[in-house]
């Protein structure tokens, strides 16, 4: 059986991601330790907190070149919320460290001459990407069943700018149009917590672990 | 566009919910378990628990009740209630809490807003500010001219007063690094005669994070002139809902014919 690896890296709430993976059928293992993430099929990297801290806990635990080794080679990755931050290399947020560097882009700050409120904490609309040219046709398997305009639960100041606008397969409006669910070959990120999302966002964890 | 949020609150006493809850077919009205079951399925957009005892000894009590939540709803839930240190949000948000709310550890060491946010982030840290409107002549700010407008910060569960002005607080608030507050008017609560929209309009419109306002919700007019004329981003209720004298749905849809931003 598929067995989930959750990255725990002292970053806050892996249990809610562990028990909605659990209540849809999946294995999983809350894990620190790179060779259990070597021997799980599948990565989930969740996290909230601050880009410089999660960085330097992955590095001290020896997660962060595992992560990238794991995921070169294909694994199945999902990212959420920090966790899909981190897969990017800058981040407006970081004094100093670099993230993960998988894709490209930049993480950036709400800027509040936008006029609204930061942190972006609530629930908003996904809207889908249309016609997106580098992927294999069709719609993001991640998305699949959800519908345009569902409510999903987001809590974060930061939000991910991708180089390569092919990779973003939903956004979310907040002073403008922002990257919420991305997706390139083996690595798919949200920003949202699908796990505090209550229906929709068990129907995109259950499509994860179907992926 | 992000939608207002409707979040029910429960409040605990030695693990149990202590104010009463007449939910139709629920077992055991004392679990918050059940109750946070139910708003969860009556799709609620949050939820808060406030632990009213809040003494050293419940602490083990609540950290286990947090864990039963946790793995038991699919939404965000904030805890608050005798948060003292550091330590304290940490267990919390370990046992499965999304956020901490802090009330009067943050006015007596409002370094702990600072070291919570940069430990934690922002976005789980929040402060609750219980207001009570005073006279012009009884109390003033320093250097500011009197104004009927004004508002006094209270602690321990509303039994002390600070020298404390709830607009300032929520700025000060703010600026030391709170996510969001969670703003409740001592002079309104329990009264069902609507929310304070004086005193959740001036904070809301003084501070650049989200505003939840409390205290006072006993109408479906209510809803809407908090979050659409005070401008609150979220707003909380307890009795309305317990009673179920109109259920979530109702609140909702009767925003969302008005042309409020709900998720239902």
Same mark, same amino acid.
């Given at each position: 059986m598929t067995r989930i690896a959750i990255i725990d890296y002292g970053m806050g709430n892996i249990h809610s991601v562990q028990k909605a993976l659990e209540s849809l059928g999946a294995e999983t293992?809350?894990?620190?330790?790179p060779e259990d993430i070597k021997k799980s099929q599948k990565l989930v990297l969740p996290g909230v907190g601050a880009f410089d801290d999660a960085v330097a806990e992955l590095k001290k635990q020896g997660l962060f070149d595992a992560l990238i080794d794991e995921i070169k080679n294909k694994k199945i990755f999902l990212g959420i919320c920090l966790g899909m931050q981190l897969l990017f290399k800058k981040s407006q947020e970081a004094v100093k460290a670099n993230g993960l560097g998988i894709l490209d882009g930049e993480v950036k700050r709400f800027d509040k001459k936008m006029n609204i409120k930061v942190p972006h904490m609530g629930w908003n609309q996904l809207k889908k990407v249309a016609g997106r040219r580098s992927q294999v046709a069709g719609e993001c398997p991640l998305l699949k069943g959800i519908p345009d305009g569902a409510?999903?639960?987001?809590?974060?100041?930061?939000?991910?700018?991708?180089?390569?606008?092919?990779?973003?397969?939903?956004?979310?409006?907040?002073?403008?149009?922002f990257a919420a669910v991305v997706w390139q070959g083996n690595v798919y990120g949200t920003q949202f917590h699908p796990e505090k999302s209550q229906e929709i966002g068990l129907r995109i964890l259950k499509n994860f672990i179907c992926l | 566009m992000l939608?207002?949020?409707?979040?029910?609150?429960?409040?605990?006493?030695?693990g149990r919910v202590v104010k009463g809850i007449k939910f139709l077919g629920l077992r055991d009205a004392g679990s918050p378990v059940e109750v946070a079951k139910i708003y969860d399925k009556q799709g609620a957009d949050e939820l808060v628990f406030l632990d009213i005892t809040? &003494?050293?000894?419940?602490?083990?009590?609540?950290?286990?009740?947090?864990?039963?939540?946790?793995?038991?709803?699919y939404m965000p839930f904030t805890v608050g209630g005798g948060i003292r240190d550091i330590q304290d949000i940490r267990d919390l948000l370990n046992a499965g809490a999304d956020k901490i709310s802090i009330n009067t550890a943050a006015v007596k060491y409002p370094e702990l807003?600072?070291?919570?946010?940069?430990?934690?982030?922002?976005?789980?840290?929040?402060?609750?500010?219980?207001?009570?409107?005073?006279q012009s002549t009884e109390y003033r700010v320093?250097?500011?001219?009197?104004?009927?407008?004004?508002?006094?910060?209270?602690?321990?569960?509303?039994?002390?007063?600070?020298?404390?002005?709830?607009?300032?607080?929520?700025?000060?608030?703010?600026?030391?690094?709170?996510?969001?507050?969670l703003l409740t008017s001592m002079d309104y609560d329990g009264t069902k005669d609507?929310?304070?929209?004086?005193?959740?309009?001036?904070?809301?419109?003084?501070?650049?994070?989200?505003?939840?306002?409390?205290?006072?919700?006993? &109408?479906?007019?209510?809803?809407?002139q908090v979050l659409v004329n005070a401008r609150a981003d979220a707003a909380l209720a307890a009795s309305?809902?317990?009673?179920?004298?109109? &259920?979530?749905?109702?609140?909702?849809?009767?925003?969302?014919d008005k042309g409020v931003a709900i998720r239902l």
């Open positions: 293992i809350v894990t620190a330790r409510y999903v639960y987001f809590c974060h100041s930061y939000y991910p700018e991708p180089k390569n606008k092919d990779m973003i397969c939903a956004t979310t409006n907040y002073g403008g149009d | 939608a207002k949020r409707i979040i029910p609150c429960l409040d605990i006493k030695e809040a &003494s050293y000894e419940n602490r083990k009590t609540l950290i286990d009740l947090v864990e039963d939540i946790a793995t038991n709803i807003i600072n070291q919570a946010s940069s430990k934690f982030g922002s976005q789980c840290i929040v402060v609750a500010i219980d207001a009570k409107s005073v320093q250097s500011e001219k009197p104004r009927t407008n004004q508002w006094q910060v209270y602690i321990n569960g509303g039994r002390t007063p600070t020298e404390l002005e709830a607009v300032n607080w929520a700025k000060e608030a703010a600026r030391l690094g709170a996510g969001e507050i609507g929310y304070d929209l004086a005193l959740t309009k001036a904070v809301s419109e003084a501070v650049n994070i989200p505003v939840i306002a409390s205290g006072g919700a006993g &109408s479906l007019e209510h809803f809407y309305i809902f317990h009673y179920a004298e109109y &259920s979530l749905k109702e609140v909702k849809e009767f925003l969302r």
